[in-house]
């Protein structure tokens, strides 16, 4: 099959949140199986395109408009695994140092922007690359260069089925569209105003913009729905987009579920060989182990190297990264979260439940690890500043210090208000650390009391007493939750493999849509 993916985030190209693993992984195990497949991403002022093998700049070129105005573009190209990679390229995203937020590098460009952040140019962004992708099929598809499935990735994409089907470009007469919800919470939408607004952007026929509306405001995932097929990131997922009573969607989930739209829900894959511990250079820590064989000697190395060089007192600034609170080295259990700094990953709970497990469990040390609002870093480092050798938060990301974080704690922390997969816990489960969760949409692919621990209702109470529970049966023996760390380990690798999800999820989805049946 000639695929295409459309996403604003790419592993290694252009880097956000979890979605950049899900496409690369994705596109990745579809060109392993044979498949021909072009992956499409914005060439924002911080890609590095030295990644890409044989990277030829500027090698095609288009004009669209949008807005009213028209916009020079250009399309770069390299490979990297068996992927072509097309670059877009456009003045607004060249003038961009992040994938979707105002970050520091921005200041130079838009001193008066606010850290952390939305791009104020998002409708732009997102309509200029979408009709980018039009515009090369239109000019540079022939009729046996043309795609067979269009795979479209979160809100920012979704409007492209919608653009390309009111155009009707002959290189995708037999196309058929596929759009992702990677996560449907209310700041994820990218939706318009009204119809004005969305007919100003995208020039898309009014009376689809008006099936399209959630209120006034016009949905992109409403809009795919009318040309093409929605998945999501997991079964569980699937089943809370079509509650109505759901209150984590700002309204999307009673729409779905009253025109009875179909989302199929398929879990993500991991791409265990960028991550496993026993080989150093994939999971970028300073020693090796392995939890599937319980050789677990190389992971409290890398505790112990943690501790006495990054999380100390008088440890330096670690790449950038600023830092409040340290750890003592005296703690026997040792809880880590590292994730988005967003009120949807449950972090004021996280540190309610923490303030009773410390005070209540002096053993217990806490490590918490990443960026987003200013309001909750500002909170997570007074945190941490209050209990000082027991909290140490550093604020930012950066790959090989985030996953030390997880890989040096005997516990992750996931008490996410809604959670569409979750990738976290895979990460914990790979390391041997294992995940304590909110039993909520993906994050129920843990098996409790198997491969983590699943709790609910959402509470601090409850989260603080099992956080405490935990705790007490580790410090009374040390090796007591063995076969659970290699029992997830195993579990992960059997069932969570992208081979596996792309071969019999992705693949026998595009043959459905393609003939109506497998092939």
């Known amino acids: 099959m000639k695929i295409w993916m459309v996403a604003r985030e790419y592993a290694g190209i252009a880097e956000a949140g979890g979605v950049k693993n899900v496409v690369c992984s994705l596109a990745e195990a579809l060109a392993r199986q044979g498949h021909e497949v072009r ?31 028209k916009y020079a573009i250009s399309y770069s190209t390299g490979f990297l695994n068996g992927v072509q ?27 008066d922007c606010k850290i952390g952040e939305g791009y104020a140019e998002q409708h732009l962004m997102n309509t200029v690359f979408e009709k980018a992708i039009l515009a090369f099929g239109e000019e540079y598809c022939s009729k046996e260069d043309s795609p067979q499935i269009v795979h479209c990735h979160d809100a920012c994409a979704a409007a492209l089925p919608a653009i390309i089907s009111c155009n009707k470009v002959h290189s995708f007469d037999k196309t058929k569209y596929v759009v992702t ?42 809009l795919a729905s009318q040309f093409g097929a929605l998945t999501t990131v997991s079964p569980d997922y699937a089943k809370e987009l079509c509650d109505p009573n759901n209150p984590n969607t700002d309204g999307l989930s009673k729409i779905f579920a009253e025109r009875k739209i179909p989302i199929l829900g398929i879990t993500n894959g991991f791409d265990i060989a960028r991550y496993e511990p026993e080989n150093a250079n994939a999971s970028r820590l300073p020693y090796e182990y392995s939890p599937e064989k319980l050789d677990l000697e190389g992971k409290y190395k890398t505790r112990k190297y943690f501790l006495e060089k990054i999380a100390c ?8 990264m600023p830092r409040s609170g ?49 309001e909750l870093k500002e ?20 790959k090989a210090m985030s996953r030390m974080f997880t890989a ?45 621990f699943l709790y609910e209702p959402n509470t601090p109470e409850r989260l603080a007493a099992l956080m405490a529970e935990l705790s007490q049966k580790k410090l009374k023996n040390a090796k007591c939750y063995d076969k659970i760390i290699q029992k997830a380990a195993r579990h992960l690798k059997e069932k969570y493999s992208w081979k596996s999800v792309a071969k019999e999820q992705y693949e026998r989805l595009y043959w459905e849509l393609m003939f109506g049946k497998q092939r």
């Not at 992956?39 to 700049?57: A, D, E, H, K, R």
């Not at 007192?313 to 950038?320: C, M, V």
């Not at 945190?383 to 000082?388: D, G, V």
């Open 326 to 374: 340290y750890l003592d080295g005296e703690g026997r259990v040792y809880f880590a979260y590292h994730g988005r700094l967003v009120r949807q990953k449950g972090i004021l709970l996280l540190l309610d439940a923490a303030r009773e497990l410390l005070k209540n469990v002096p053993e217990a040390r806490l490590v918490i690890n990443g960026q987003g609002e200013e």
């Open 181 to 222: 919800i990677h996560n449907a919470g209310p700041y994820y939408h990218h939706e318009f105003k009204d119809v004005d607004e969305a007919f100003f952007y995208t020039g898309i026929k009014r009376e689809i913009l008006e099936k399209s509306k959630n209120g006034e405001r016009v949905e992109p995932y409403l």
């Open 85 to 111: 990679i097309i670059l877009v390229g456009a003045q607004c995203f060249w003038s961009k140092q992040n994938v979707y937020t105002y970050c520091a590098a921005d200041l130079q460009i838009f001193p």
């Open 39 to 69: 992956c499409f991403v914005p060439f924002y002022g911080c890609v590095n395109p030295q990644s890409l093998g044989t990277f030829m700049q500027n090698k095609y070129s288009s004009v669209v408009e949008s807005a009213g105005e």
């Open 379 to 398: 909170m997570c480092s007074a945190f941490a500043n209050e209990f000082r050798g027991k909290v140490v938060f550093y604020y930012g990301y950066e």
């Open 313 to 320: 007192r008088d440890a330096p600034e670690i790449n950038g």
């Open 408 to 452: 040096a704690a005997d516990f992750a922390l996931l008490p996410s208000e809604f959670e569409p997969c979750g990738t976290e816990d895979f990460i914990a489960q790979i390391y041997g650390t294992i995940p304590v969760a909110h039993a909520t949409g993906g994050l129920k692919k843990i098996l409790n009391g198997k491969t983590g």
